[in-house]
């Protein structure tokens, strides 16, 4: 199986994702964490034309893609070949809704997606952008200088996280709970999915 772990930052996807896999292997299940973007010349390529990325958003769209083509070639497909569940922290979800905030066509996102393999769960770790950037900032992590530009596009992100997850496409977990109980209520939604049939 596939399981995508997915939401804005600051709600705790790595330590859920982190965690749901030990969970998993708890259960005597082969399971993996993998992540997005990898480290791979896309990703490096987009950082060192950040400024440009931000006047043209297609080039970040193009590059996560590209980064995601590799992802899915030498990691997810690979690994479900030989039966293992793969839990990715990030997937094709966050390109349209972060992507989407920064002005582009959401069906034009979702057509750029369209050629990645389907998860077999979406999970959205649904939080407040209020209690989101309070995580953030107890990490250590962000500028309290651009924190009003943070909350606005966390905001649109999440905008578009809510849409997805109304039209059925991701599952919502609500995150502002307790780690333990976010991690209990994705492993039951996993397992359930893992005893639904498969079609042919």
């Known amino acids: 199986m596939l399981i995508a772990i997915e939401g804005i930052d600051g709600a705790g996807k790595t330590s859920v994702a982190r965690a749901l896999v030990r969970k998993l292997r708890e259960r005597g299940l082969e399971a993996i964490y993998t992540r997005e973007p990898l480290a791979t010349p896309f990703i490096n390529g987009l950082e060192r034309f950040s400024s440009i990325a931000?006047?043209?958003?297609?080039?970040?769209?193009?590059?996560?893609?590209?980064?995601?083509?590799?992802?899915?070639?030498?990691?997810?497909?690979?690994?479900?070949?030989?039966?293992?569940?793969?839990?990715?922290?990030?997937?094709?979800?966050?390109?349209?809704?972060?992507?989407?905030?920064?002005?582009?066509?959401?069906?034009?996102?979702?057509?750029?997606?369209?050629?990645?393999?389907?998860?077999?769960?979406?999970?959205?770790?649904?939080?407040?952008?209020?209690?989101?950037?309070?995580?953030?900032?107890?990490?250590g992590c962000g500028r309290l200088s651009s924190l009003f530009e943070k909350r606005s596009f966390l905001e649109r992100v999440s905008r578009i996280f809510d849409e997805l997850a109304n039209s059925g496409e991701l599952v919502v977990v609500d995150a502002s709970k307790p780690l333990e109980k976010v991690v209990s209520e994705c492993l039951s939604l996993t397992l359930s999915t893992a005893r639904k049939p498969r079609l042919p």
Do not use: N
């Open 54 to 139: 931000r006047e043209a958003p297609e080039l970040a769209a193009f590059a996560m893609c590209a980064d995601r083509v590799v992802h899915v070639k030498r990691v997810i497909e690979p690994m479900l070949r030989r039966g293992i569940v793969v839990v990715t922290d990030r997937y094709f979800y966050s390109t349209i809704a972060y992507q989407g905030a920064m002005g582009l066509e959401i069906d034009w996102l979702r057509e750029l997606c369209r050629v990645f393999p389907k998860p077999d769960l979406a999970i959205y770790l649904r939080i407040s952008v209020d209690e989101a950037l309070r995580r953030i900032g107890a990490r």
